[in-house]
């Protein structure tokens, strides 16, 4: 079973700050770990509240701060959904 990381910030409500979306990416990564988190863009909806680059560099933050590697940040953006979805990449 896998997570998709997505939806923060459409449903975070107005005025949001990447600090309001905190605590959610730590906890996905808690229940999940970086093993079986992946990275979900949800375009277009996310255009309702930001862009596709705001969301990749609020992730990328949350994901070093929270002490993760290289490698277990290329698993959530690529790997993971690579080996889920099965597509041979």
Same mark, same amino acid.
């Given at each position: 079973?896998?997570?998709?990381?997505? *939806? @923060?910030?459409?449903? =975070?409500?107005?005025?949001?700050?990447?600090? *309001? @979306?905190?605590?959610?990416?730590?906890?996905? %990564?808690?229940?999940?770990?970086?093993?079986?988190?992946? /990275?979900?863009?949800?375009?277009?909806? @996310? %255009?309702?509240?930001?862009?596709?680059?705001?969301?990749?560099?609020?992730? *990328?933050?949350?994901? =070093? *701060? @929270?002490? %993760?590697?290289?490698?277990?940040?290329?698993?959530?953006?690529?790997?993971?959904?690579?080996?889920? /979805?099965?597509?041979?990449?």
């Amino acid at each position: 079973m896998c997570v998709k990381l997505s *939806d @923060l910030p459409p449903y =975070a409500g107005p005025n949001w700050t990447p600090a *309001d @979306l905190r605590p959610y990416i730590a906890a996905t %990564l808690d229940a999940f770990g970086p093993e079986r988190t992946i /990275y979900a863009g949800d375009y277009p909806i @996310l %255009l309702q509240s930001t862009n596709l680059t705001q969301w990749v560099e609020i992730l *990328d933050e949350a994901f =070093a *701060d @929270l002490g %993760l590697s290289e490698a277990e940040t290329r698993k959530i953006y690529r790997d993971n959904a690579n080996s889920f /979805y099965r597509l041979g990449l």
